[in-house]
């Protein structure tokens, strides 16, 4: 509870501020997070009643926006109930002649409470439980929650204290009119980069009435970049609260001298496509992606890169559809094409960056920052050669491989190297991570549109009046200014941050390049594009069970459990694999030896299911003619379903001929049903490492912990997963929204 209360205790002033004066803030962190914010209006009114002077004891107030994440933050058990009992009593006492209207009413559930104090006392519940999470939906309908445990004993009338939040649909014009009624809105922005989310605060910015009390909680001053401007215009006060290291020494690898011509001929390619091909805007996105893509990537063979391959079937279906419009990509394509040959740009800049990974200096470990999981893999290998060791080693030897996305410093740095410029979300991570050495490698280019943000950050930070921060980041953009591509007759670029097209600067909505394909965007500004029918796990009931589900299926504010090596993979189906060549190799033995025998006597003797289905009847076996064909499907191993009762398992042997002791068969079966049993119990702690690694509270010993109760496979594969919250999942153009 201490570190939980250092955490939101961050908020109390700004809270006091916006409150007195009726007022908006936007409280920029200095680049850290605070994991357990959605607790706030809990807190306020289960730990810290009457700590805001001007906040009933009773508050209404409102969370914006409100994600399954969220969900299991607040009912995760947390309040002690006796000390609830206390504070509230405490509360009101201290509050006195000065209370509120509504401070000495009772919560419906307190007097219910204090008759069975002695049976509650000790109980350690969730917030949600004293408080219930209610829903306003886009048609401005509110969706009563459920309080478990101390909701079954409150009273039937009486002040049901509640938190409200918007629903899944985000908020809307119609919703403001119950939003804004609250007390106190407090706005959760941390980390946000997806389209739909920004929109609806930019929605709730723009509506809500201007007396309304709003705190906006930003993690860095870039989270503040597609809202800053609406909250200004309302009269928001910026406040920026921490520290930075009192000194950042950046050095700079140049590289790509080429890429301020480079850049002119794809911008000459592109020039006018918007007007002269509208119907392919989304091609041109891609085509803007796949440009920066080859030139920032360190691969053997750029013509293997997922941008270029989205890009290059995006087009060869526009070249069916609108062939004269397509043609006008031509150049674009083989500019790309041309790219992807340059094998010196890529050998030199993977060059540099094994060079500045070597070199850096500091004893501690050094964090490097790349543009995708895949780059992550290919940077890991070429260092592990380079210094002769095993890949697993990298990590003893203090050298961190990351990509930009689901990641968030959860450790201290001695050095962070970025490995190219890849949006704000680079300078969020190099910043985070409290480094007191950072290194670029970086063109002409990637300079300039860094210099350009960090621009803006200034900006952020004067309006704030946060000195000490703003001078270091002058002085980051002061080195970086040696490096910017130098402009003149024949490179006139623009230096609006619209020139980015890479890393989490976005470049209007992305459109799947199929009908069968869906893109899932995160809330960190990261997406991927899979099949409609592809399945993920998805963390539901509060993060305690992992759900599979088809993309098609996904909802706003799903936390889906995502492989960094390769988000087409089922974690699910990674764990059990592991699982099964560790702890639980025993028992994966025997289902594969019953596996195999089954599969032995059936290419044997050529049984039909229906055949087989009359025996089991025979031997008094209610099952289906499916369930039957499940038993003997012999395509894999991991295929086949097996009878998971006892009397069925033998039947089931003695139909098919199986003549072996029935210990023996006792012996499979009993195996058998305890890899079942525990698959379901380690999955579910699993999932729960899973999220406490989301939420940073994952450390050293239960990671060892885990290798050695799980094994060292189980251990990477939790270390390899991050947990992403959906933002949206986007159609094929005429499909009905996923959300709706």
Same mark, same amino acid.
């Given at each position: 509870?201490?570190?939980?209360?250092?955490?939101?205790?961050?908020?109390?002033?700004?809270?006091?501020?916006?409150?007195?004066?009726?007022?908006?803030?936007?409280?920029?962190?200095?680049?850290?997070?605070?994991?357990?914010?959605?607790?706030?209006?809990?807190?306020?009114?289960?730990?810290?009643?009457?700590?805001?002077?001007?906040?009933?004891?009773?508050?209404?107030?409102?969370?914006?926006?409100?994600?399954?994440?969220?969900?299991?933050?607040?009912?995760?058990?947390?309040?002690?109930?006796?000390?609830?009992?206390?504070?509230?009593?405490?509360?009101?006492?201290?509050?006195?002649?000065?209370?509120?209207?509504?401070?000495?009413?009772?919560?419906?559930?307190?007097?219910?409470?204090?008759?069975?104090?002695?049976?509650?006392?000790?109980?350690?519940?969730?917030?949600?439980?004293?408080?219930?999470?209610?829903?306003?939906?886009?048609?401005?309908?509110?969706?009563?929650?459920?309080?478990?445990?101390?909701?079954?004993?409150?009273?039937?009338?009486?002040?049901?204290?509640?938190?409200?939040?918007?629903?899944?649909?985000?908020?809307?014009?119609?919703?403001?009119?119950?939003?804004?009624?609250?007390?106190?809105?407090?706005?959760?922005?941390?980390?946000?980069?997806?389209?739909?989310?920004?929109?609806?605060?930019?929605?709730?910015?723009?509506?809500?009435?201007?007396?309304?009390?709003?705190?906006?909680?930003?993690?860095?001053?870039?989270?503040?970049?597609?809202?800053?401007?609406?909250?200004?215009?309302?009269?928001?006060?910026?406040?920026?609260?921490?520290?930075?290291?009192?000194?950042?020494?950046?050095?700079?690898?140049?590289?790509?001298?080429?890429?301020?011509?480079?850049?002119?001929?794809?911008?000459?390619?592109?020039?006018?496509?918007?007007?002269?091909?509208?119907?392919?805007?989304?091609?041109?996105?891609?085509?803007?992606?796949?440009?920066?893509?080859?030139?920032?990537?360190?691969?053997?063979?750029?013509?293997?890169?997922?941008?270029?391959?989205?890009?290059?079937?995006?087009?060869?279906?526009?070249?069916?559809?609108?062939?004269?419009?397509?043609?006008?990509?031509?150049?674009?394509?083989?500019?790309?094409?041309?790219?992807?040959?340059?094998?010196?740009?890529?050998?030199?800049?993977?060059?540099?960056?094994?060079?500045?990974?070597?070199?850096?200096?500091?004893?501690?470990?050094?964090?490097?920052?790349?543009?995708?999981?895949?780059?992550?893999?290919?940077?890991?290998?070429?260092?592990?050669?380079?210094?002769?060791?095993?890949?697993?080693?990298?990590?003893?030897?203090?050298?961190?491989?990351?990509?930009?996305?689901?990641?968030?410093?959860?450790?201290?740095?001695?050095?962070?190297?970025?490995?190219?410029?890849?949006?704000?979300?680079?300078?969020?991570?190099?910043?985070?991570?409290?480094?007191?050495?950072?290194?670029?490698?970086?063109?002409?280019?990637?300079?300039?549109?860094?210099?350009?943000?960090?621009?803006?950050?200034?900006?952020?930070?004067?309006?704030?009046?946060?000195?000490?921060?703003?001078?270091?980041?002058?002085?980051?953009?002061?080195?970086?200014?040696?490096?910017?591509?130098?402009?003149?007759?024949?490179?006139?670029?623009?230096?609006?941050?619209?020139?980015?097209?890479?890393?989490?600067?976005?470049?209007?909505?992305?459109?799947?390049?199929?009908?069968?394909?869906?893109?899932?965007?995160?809330?960190?500004?990261?997406?991927?594009?899979?099949?409609?029918?592809?399945?993920?796990?998805?963390?539901?009931?509060?993060?305690?069970?992992?759900?599979?589900?088809?993309?098609?299926?996904?909802?706003?504010?799903?936390?889906?459990?995502?492989? %960094?090596? /390769?988000?087409?993979?089922? @974690? $699910?189906?990674? &764990?059990?694999? #592991? =699982?099964? *060549?560790?702890? +639980?190799?025993? !028992?994966?033995?025997?289902?594969?030896?019953?596996?195999?025998?089954?599969?032995?006597?059936?290419?044997?003797?050529?049984?039909?299911?229906?055949?087989?289905?009359?025996?089991?009847?025979?031997?008094?076996?209610?099952?289906?003619?499916?369930?039957?064909?499940?038993?003997?499907?012999?395509?894999?191993?991991?295929?086949?379903?097996?009878?998971? %009762?006892? /009397?069925?398992?033998?039947? @089931? $042997?003695?139909? &098919?001929?199986? #003549? =072996?002791? *029935?210990?023996? +068969?006792?012996? !499979?079966?009993?195996?058998?049903?305890?890899?079942?049993?525990?698959?379901?119990?380690?999955?579910?702690?699993?999932?729960?490492?899973?999220?406490?690694?989301?939420?940073?509270?994952?450390?050293?010993?239960?990671?060892?912990?885990?290798?050695?109760?799980?094994?060292?496979?189980?251990?990477?594969?939790?270390?390899?997963?991050?947990?992403?919250?959906?933002?949206?999942?986007?159609?094929?153009?005429?499909?009905?929204?996923?959300?709706?």
């Amino acid at each position: 509870m201490g570190e939980l209360d250092a955490q939101l205790n961050t908020l109390v002033d700004p809270l006091q501020r916006v409150l007195h004066e009726r007022s908006c803030c936007l409280l920029m962190l200095a680049w850290k997070r605070i994991p357990h914010l959605p607790l706030i209006p809990f807190h306020l009114q289960l730990r810290w009643p009457g700590r805001l002077e001007e906040l009933s004891l009773n508050p209404r107030i409102a969370l914006i926006p409100f994600f399954e994440s969220d969900n299991s933050i607040v009912s995760t058990p947390t309040y002690r109930v006796g000390d609830v009992i206390a504070a509230r009593k405490a509360a009101r006492a201290q509050r006195g002649t000065l209370a509120l209207t509504s401070d000495f009413v009772l919560q419906d559930w307190e007097s219910k409470v204090e008759k069975r104090l002695e049976r509650f006392q000790t109980l350690v519940l969730p917030g949600s439980s004293f408080v219930a999470v209610d829903q306003v939906n886009p048609d401005d309908v509110i969706v009563p929650g459920h309080r478990s445990v101390i909701g079954r004993i409150a009273a039937r009338t009486g002040l049901r204290p509640s938190v409200l939040v918007a629903s899944k649909r985000g908020v809307t014009a119609k919703s403001i009119k119950t939003i804004e009624q609250q007390d106190l809105i407090v706005v959760n922005a941390q980390g946000l980069r997806g389209w739909r989310t920004i929109t609806s605060i930019q929605t709730l910015l723009r509506f809500c009435r201007d007396k309304t009390p709003i705190l906006i909680v930003v993690s860095s001053p870039s989270d503040a970049f597609q809202f800053a401007s609406h909250a200004i215009e309302r009269g928001a006060k910026l406040q920026f609260e921490g520290k930075l290291p009192s000194e950042v020494r950046l050095s700079v690898s140049s590289v790509g001298a080429d890429r301020p011509s480079v850049e002119r001929e794809f911008e000459f390619c592109v020039a006018d496509l918007d007007d002269r091909a509208p119907g392919l805007r989304n091609v041109l996105r891609l085509a803007k992606s796949a440009w920066w893509a080859v030139r920032q990537a360190t691969h053997r063979d750029n013509t293997e890169l997922k941008e270029i391959r989205r890009f290059a079937v995006a087009l060869d279906r526009a070249s069916v559809e609108k062939p004269v419009e397509a043609g006008l990509f031509n150049a674009v394509r083989e500019l790309l094409t041309r790219e992807a040959k340059n094998v010196q740009q890529r050998s030199t800049r993977a060059r540099a960056l094994l060079d500045a990974t070597i070199a850096m200096p500091g004893k501690g470990p050094t964090l490097v920052v790349v543009r995708d999981d895949s780059e992550v893999n290919e940077l890991r290998s070429r260092i592990a050669v380079e210094l002769g060791i095993d890949i697993d080693s990298l990590e003893e030897l203090g050298v961190y491989v990351t990509s930009i996305y689901g990641y968030w410093p959860d450790r201290a740095f001695d050095g962070v190297i970025a490995a190219g410029y890849f949006g704000t979300a680079t300078l969020d991570i190099i910043l985070g991570c409290r480094a007191p050495a950072v290194r670029f490698v970086v063109d002409p280019i990637e300079a300039r549109i860094a210099w350009y943000h960090l621009q803006h950050i200034a900006e952020l930070l004067k309006l704030a009046g946060a000195s000490g921060p703003l001078e270091i980041i002058e002085s980051i953009a002061k080195e970086l200014s040696g490096y910017i591509a130098t402009f003149g007759s024949l490179v006139e670029l623009s230096l609006a941050p619209s020139v980015f097209r890479g890393g989490d600067e976005t470049m209007g909505r992305a459109v799947p390049t199929s009908a069968s394909e869906v893109i899932v965007a995160f809330i960190d500004g990261s997406s991927i594009e899979v099949n409609r029918h592809t399945r993920f796990d998805v963390m539901r009931l509060a993060g305690k069970k992992l759900k599979n589900l088809q993309a098609i299926e996904l909802e706003p504010g799903d936390q889906v459990v995502v492989l %960094r090596e /390769d988000s087409r993979i089922l @974690f $699910s189906e990674k &764990l059990l694999a #592991a =699982l099964d *060549k560790g702890p +639980l190799a025993a !028992l994966a033995g025997k289902r594969a030896t019953w596996l195999g025998i089954v599969s032995a006597i059936c290419a044997e003797k050529h049984q039909s299911p229906q055949a087989i289905l009359r025996l089991m009847e025979e031997k008094g076996q209610s099952v289906d003619l499916a369930t039957i064909r499940s038993w003997l499907r012999r395509d894999s191993i991991d295929d086949p379903s097996i009878p998971d %009762r006892l /009397d069925c398992f033998m039947a @089931f $042997s003695s139909v &098919l001929g199986i #003549a =072996l002791p *029935k210990e023996t +068969l006792f012996d !499979l079966y009993g195996g058998i049903q305890g890899l079942r049993v525990n698959h379901r119990k380690f999955g579910r702690e699993l999932a729960r490492a899973v999220r406490a690694a989301h939420l940073g509270r994952l450390d050293a010993p239960t990671l060892r912990k885990i290798e050695r109760d799980w094994g060292l496979d189980t251990r990477q594969l939790v270390e390899g997963a991050r947990v992403a919250v959906v933002d949206e999942v986007i159609l094929p153009e005429g499909a009905e929204d996923a959300a709706q």
